[in-house]
């Protein structure tokens, strides 16, 4: 029970807190603090998105650099199995197991 006495009165005191400050902002007083405050935030925010687009463009380029060199090694131990006289089927290739799981 003191629990939820505890939760009402945190529940009123911030409805309370949250009037007193809207009713502040809204006759001018805050507004040009909270006005400048909302424009870091928002300048915060983009900076943020730009980010992780960045990092989103980084990651799919470096997959794309690892699929290429995942060919070429690949294409190299194809190429070393030929030469051993080995036939293709006996070389386990990353693209002959992933068509095996299909």
């Known amino acids: 029970m003191k629990d939820l006495t505890k939760v009402a009165w945190g ?12 009713s502040a902002i809204s006759r001018g007083k ?15 925010k983009d900076k943020l998105i730009e980010g992780a687009e960045t990092f989103k463009e980084d990651l799919e380029d470096m997959t794309a650099e690892a699929k290429e060199e995942a060919k070429k090694r690949a294409a ?27």
């Open 11 to 22: 529940v009123l005191g911030g409805a309370l807190l949250g009037f007193a400050a809207s």
């Open 30 to 44: 805050l507004r040009p603090c909270t006005t400048k405050l909302m424009s870091y935030g928002l300048d915060w």
């Open 76 to 102: 190299r131990r194809q190429q070393e199995a030929r030469a051993q006289n080995v036939s293709s089927q006996d070389v386990i290739l990353p693209e002959d197991t992933a068509q095996e799981s299909k």
